[in-house]
């Protein structure tokens, strides 16, 4: 992510800032660069811990953060978290819109905001194997630890999409992917974050 901020700013001479749009795990791993979680790790040793330096300053290169369909909060404790922690941690160390504010850079802070996709309510049993209802289920329970009754863009839940001090923003009909539900390379009909009509909801952040 470094790298990338870095190239951007060199291909951009005439800027001292860059926005992040991120999607889905982007959007908590922004948080935690903006906070300053920068690992170094040194493979040529068997057991590895990472250094991590963590500061209550923002990264002085980053004004605005808008994360589309991103878990930003941990699942609670006895579900499974495949983040194995690292979210939690991002959460707990710089919480909601840690670095809250107009969005022009390190002294005056950091602009956030979350999108996420009101679309699929998660149904259970076995009259929802194979639906979209009980494939979004499954998926909730991976983020939040339940997915019965719960509402988001089929893999997010809309409660764990926001960020508390963050312009917030639910639409209706939004999916999580580009891609058909349960794949990762087959292209979707329906729309998602990234469809023209959705991109003109959020765009407005960034201005």
């Known amino acids: 992510m470094n790298d990338a901020v870095?190239?951007?700013l060199a291909a951009n001479p005439e800027a001292t800032?860059?926005?992040f749009?991120?999607?889905s795990a982007g959007g908590w791993l922004g948080r935690a660069y903006i906070g300053g979680a920068l690992n170094d790790v040194d493979w040529s040793k068997k057991k590895n811990t990472?250094?991590?330096a963590k500061?209550?300053?923002p990264h002085p290169r980053v004004r605005r953060l808008v994360s589309l369909g991103s878990p930003h909060i941990a699942p609670p404790p006895g579900a499974n978290d495949a983040t194995r922690g690292a979210l939690r941690w991002v959460d707990e160390t710089w919480p909601g819109a840690f670095f809250d504010g107009d969005g022009d850079g390190a002294d005056g802070g950091v602009k956030y905001t979350c999108v996420t996709g009101r679309t699929v309510r998660g149904v259970a049993g076995p009259d929802a194997k194979g639906t979209l209802a009980g494939y979004s289920h499954n998926s909730y329970i991976q983020v939040c630890g339940s997915g019965e009754g719960v509402e988001g863009d089929a893999v997010v839940p809309n409660d764990f999409a926001v960020l508390d001090g963050a312009d917030n923003i639910i639409i209706d009909g939004v999916f999580h992917s580009m891609s058909k539900v349960g794949t990762y390379d087959t292209a979707a009909k329906d729309v998602w974050y990234g469809s023209e009509e959705v991109v003109d909801l959020w765009l407005g952040a960034l201005v």
Do not use: E, Y
């Open 17 to 19: 800032c860059v926005d």
């Open 6 to 8: 870095q190239r951007a």
């Open 21 to 23: 749009v991120a999607h």
């Open 55 to 57: 500061t209550t300053v």
């Open 50 to 52: 990472p250094v991590v």
